[in-house]
């Protein structure tokens, strides 16, 4: 029994199609099959029509065990079902961008006996994806999660290897990335904005290397290479000064984009990074740059080293008490000019003539507003702090003064009188109450107005939306790792991965995090019949098709050959 079609043409040229429910039998007599009409449906395009026949449907397989029918039919059954969507626009984004072009250009001609190619797009897609351990992403990830074409037969050992070739090759690729990039989404790359961060490993023993320069050797394809020690205990930057950490360094573009990577040894001082990032950042065509760093890599040295051949730099200057910013330009009447409702500018000169320092005084009046009544809440309770100290008559080393004038929240507004009593320090206080939500900005570039040094320098947070992103999203925390080459070739890893999800956020103007879930609902499906195995595609959602129409890449094929 089964549904049948019938066709009437009318003599005005429309055609009718009506519905039936048909049988076949055997007639004996003529010896041959026939069809008869059980029951007449109606027309197919009468709505009602339609609707009885879904009903008719849903009360038959109310009658029929679900088992029973599957058991029965022939045809192709689900065997198993991995994620496909986000690889999947990963990896046209890895090949729009031309990163496996060079690092298949790379890798020609060594006798490498594995794609490394197809290892490294695994660990940066597995990054983006699902963060892990190199051997979780190996053994569980690449063979359960997902289907990844070339990557069946990927061991973990390739997978290092394809870490020790990129480390080796670093400097080149990601140059040849910069150009590729650059040139397809014609990045904006007159300021480029530079910021480090710390990464702590759960240890307690420091590297320790050889001779003056504290040199360890790492092993790759291109021999042995030498490192500064890289695990120091140096100045963190999330509290745990407790253990050895690396010092990460990061240029990005004015949209996020990642330009270059540093690692440094973990005690190593911001201040001092800068002249590496000038030398190696030479010869990249970056045309009109103006560099632009946060107040912990101003020096005198540093700023004369941007300014050589022609440099130029917004940088945010320290207040220090006694030195120029806080003597001769917070000091200095004038009028503020309003640029958004959160920011007013004030340009102050300082000196005549070629050695004259231009300096922009920035306000912020909500941020004035928080900021005083934070520091009147810490002032209450420092009050009660020491009323508490003069009732049981603590003075001089004992542990409660001691962790007071310690205290980063309260040492700042603390001083001891002659009589060795601590006290409010009033003069302090003042201080903040005329520094509260003002920041001081200061460039060479006198074609820059006041308004565009304020505004360039505020966009320096896109470093630290990118921090956020490779701490939290991308976990290039923990390290698994403890070799220098091996440590390094996990950040650029991490960074590589941080460029995919930057121009993914760019083309769909959402995170990567919402535009994961919606890709995650393309499934890649394993079906069996008859005829063999067949790998299929799930027909994407209506927010899908519209994160890869943003993105310009086709629907998945329907069919999908993998190895």
Known sequence: MYLRTTSQKRKDGSKLTHLQIAESHWNAEKKRSENRIVYSCGRADDPETIERLRQLAKSILRRCSPDELVADNPGLRVIDTWH???TYVLEA??????ISKVLKDKARGRKLKFDVERALFAMVANRACAPCSKLYCNEEWLQRDVRIQGTRDLELQHLYRAMDFLEANKEDIEQEIYFNVCDLLNADVELVFYDTTSLHFEIDEEDHGVGEDDIVYGSGPAGRKKYKAPRKRGYPKNGRGDVPQIVVGLAVTRDGIPIRHWVFPGNTVDVTTVKQIKKDLQGWKLGRCVFVGDAGMVSED????LARGGGKYIVCMPVQSGNEVSREVLTRPGRYQ??????????????DGERRRRYVVCHNPEQEKRQNRHRQELLTKLEAELASLRDCDESGHSKRVCALRASKRFGRYLRVTKGGKLTINRKAVRDGERHAGKFVVHSNDDTLTAEDMALGYKQLMRVEQAWRTLKSMLKMRPLYHWAPHRIHAHVSITVLSLLLERVVELACADTWRNIRDDLEQIKLVQLIGPDGQLLQTTEPSEKARSRLKSLKINNPPLVVNLR
């Open 84 to 86: 496909y969507g986000p």
């Open 93 to 98: 984004l890895w090949e729009r961008l031309g």
């Open 302 to 305: 540093n700023l004369r080293k």
């Open 338 to 351: 309003n640029v958004a409702d959160n920011l007013r500018v004030k340009e102050v000169t300082v000196g």
